[in-house]
């Protein structure tokens, strides 16, 4: 695999160190011990956070999460037991995003993703499972899909950033440059305020956003990002073979969301249903009633 890119803590041991400082308030605030799993890949180490993961006879969740996020953010809250359904849940921190994998990346236009998301599958040993992207993660489910559909038994994209180009929309630049050019708690709330959340509907708790907060000022500060952002997969969508269920935000700024209905209607072939949510933002994975129905589609699933 062609290696594109690669992305870097500025000073590795110090900055991975505040990291897992920052796991482990996680980890108390939530009252639970994440799995960790380190795997060799095409990009190289690749690190994956697991809950029930030795559990038998149970349904498997692979997770991928956004950009410039870890996937832990899924978690906030507990937000993972909203899903209401016991499983094998793997959270792959995908490579080249600001956490404990290493930093290279593939051409985002290729197939690589989905080669690199079929030998997550293969190290980790999971013959066939369910697999949940939010924003890039979404993008990775469907290079998986195309790749290797024979391992997915559905893909649930949530707010994806692979059915439409990123928004150009002068109020969508403006919070998401912000924090970029001045990473800072208060220009990183203005971000969540007004993309990623949508109050009083669609929120964290207030130590949960404290934590997201620190998270995304470290990981903007600190981390060297040269991955490449997600793209509109156009024609390719056509070759995914896998059962594919769309969740979206009417309040997302970054991927407004009737363009990626549209899209994802006319070009996913094997796209099973749509479900739109009112009053919600980006940060769709944090909102409780999308991994209701996550997780009862699961539960379900025949």
């Not at 700024?253 to 990626?260: I, R």
Request: charged share 25%; glycine share 6%; hydrophobic share 35%.
């Amino acid at each position: 695999m062609k290696i594109h890119s690669k992305s870097a803590f500025k000073d590795e041991t110090t900055d991975l160190n505040y990291f897992e400082s920052w796991v482990t308030s996680l980890e108390k605030s939530n009252g639970r011990q994440y799995e960790r799993y380190e795997i060799a890949t095409s990009l190289g180490k690749t690190h994956i956070w697991g809950i029930n993961t030795r559990e038998e006879h149970v349904d498997t969740l692979v997770i991928f999460p956004g950009a410039r996020t870890t996937t832990l953010i899924w978690d906030f809250d507990k937000g993972l037991d909203n899903l209401k359904h016991s499983m094998r849940i793997f959270m792959v921190e995908t490579n080249g995003l600001p956490n404990l994998s290493d930093g290279s990346t593939p051409d985002i236009q290729s197939l690589d993703y989905g080669i690199w998301a079929t030998e997550v599958f293969d190290q980790l040993k999971i013959k066939q499972a369910f697999i949940a992207g939010a924003s890039f993660g979404g993008l990775i489910c469907m290079k998986l899909g195309i790749v290797s559909p024979e391992r997915i038994k559905a893909a649930f994209l949530l707010n994806p950033g692979c059915l439409q180009s990123f928004s150009l929309s002068l109020k969508n630049l403006y919070y998401n440059l912000l924090p970029i050019i001045q990473p800072s708690d208060k220009n990183v709330l203005k971000f969540l305020d007004k993309a990623v959340f949508s109050k009083p509907n669609h929120k964290l708790s207030e130590c949960s956003e404290k934590k997201l907060v620190d998270y995304e000022v470290f990981a903007l500060s600190r981390y060297q990002d040269k991955a490449q952002k997600p793209y509109y997969m156009n024609k390719q969508l056509e070759d995914v073979k896998v059962a594919t269920y769309l969740l979206v935000g009417d309040k997302d700024l970054l991927f407004p969301y009737q363009k990626s209905v549209d899209n994802a209607k006319r070009q996913i072939k094997t796209l099973i249903e749509t479900k739109i949510y009112n009053n919600v933002g980006h940060g769709i994975e944090t909102y409780d009633k999308a991994l209701n129905y996550v997780g009862e589609k699961i539960k379900n699933y025949s």
